[in-house]
């Protein structure tokens, strides 16, 4: 269905934290804009924080955000909207994600997608009328040498089949754990692996196999024939080949200084507005 999930139409959102969350949520993002030399740059990681609190980036989550980071909400949403991980309406509790990118495609990805297309009853962002699950058509999952993929909130499962795919999504409508392929030895729910892609580790980091064995074939290749990367020059970086590479022109990045007066120009403090300023219905 293409409705929010667990909202009615013509229902508002809420527009703002109770303290005890917004407390909760202001420790956090302050740990998270220390990572950085500019508290802006914690946005990212701070938009998985405000997921993993709602279950998607609400309008209140924006709010809190722009806030904190002293931007406008029309900056934090342009951000928001651009990257597919964030999701703008209510999310399933897990987002179950088919590879239909080239070689997962034609080793049966769209096979899969239609499948579970059908036996779900929706298509492409849209969640089921429980809340469970949400499909998402991806382009890729960056685990071709185990095509066909499907994801579970970004954990592997490999080398799929339609009716393995069913299984997995059969056995998570039915309340039951999951266990990916490769990674932790089970799949967390939506909001909390956000909070892990926000930077709050989960102590799961070591579970479950890493690297498999297609996955290694290069380097073992590499070892047994003998072949070395190029050296390195003393900077840390390949020795190009036409010598130093040349810098770029008049206004390229090159040229740019790492933080300009707009950065921290009295105007851009000014952005800063607080919780109330920045609700919206």
């Known amino acids: 269905m293409s409705v929010e999930a667990g909202r009615t139409p013509g229902q508002t959102h809420r527009t703002s934290y109770d303290a005890e969350t917004h407390a909760r949520l202001t420790a956090d993002s302050d740990a998270i804009v220390a990572r950085y030399p500019q508290a802006r740059s914690a946005l990212l990681p701070m938009l998985h924080l405000v997921q993993s609190e ?55 990805g769209d096979a899969i997608w239609e499948e579970l ?16 699950i949400t499909l998402e058509r991806i382009e890729c999952n960056a685990a071709c040498d185990y095509a066909p993929v499907v994801m579970v909130n970004w954990e592997f499962f490999d080398n799929q089949t339609p009716d393995s795919a069913r299984e997995i999504v059969d056995t998570i409508s039915a309340g039951n754990p999951v266990v990916p392929t490769r990674g932790a030895d089970t799949v967390v729910s939506f909001k909390e692996m956000s909070r892990v892609l926000a930077g709050f580790g989960d102590g799961r980091a070591n579970e479950g ?5 297609p996955t290694l074939r290069g380097i073992e290749l590499a070892r047994a024939e003998g072949w070395k990367a190029p050296p390195l020059q003393a900077s840390g970086t390949a020795a190009p080949a036409g010598g130093e590479p040349k810098v770029g022109g008049e206004q390229s990045s090159a040229q740019r200084p790492a933080t300009t007066s707009g950065d921290v120009s009295p105007a851009g403090e000014q952005k800063k507005q607080t919780s109330g300023e920045a609700k919206e219905s």
Do not use: W
């Open 209 to 213: 196999v890493g690297g498999g064995v």
């Open 54 to 108: 709602d279950g998607y980036v609400s309008p209140r989550g924006i709010a809190f955000c722009a806030s904190h980071l002293g931007l406008t909400t029309a900056e934090v949403s342009a951000v928001a909207t651009f990257y597919t991980q964030y999701k703008r309406h209510p999310n399933g509790d897990y987002t179950v994600g088919v590879c239909i990118n080239t070689l997962c495609a034609v080793m049966g």
């Open 117 to 132: 297309s059908d036996c779900l009853g929706v298509g492409h962002d849209e969640t089921t009328d429980d809340g469970r």
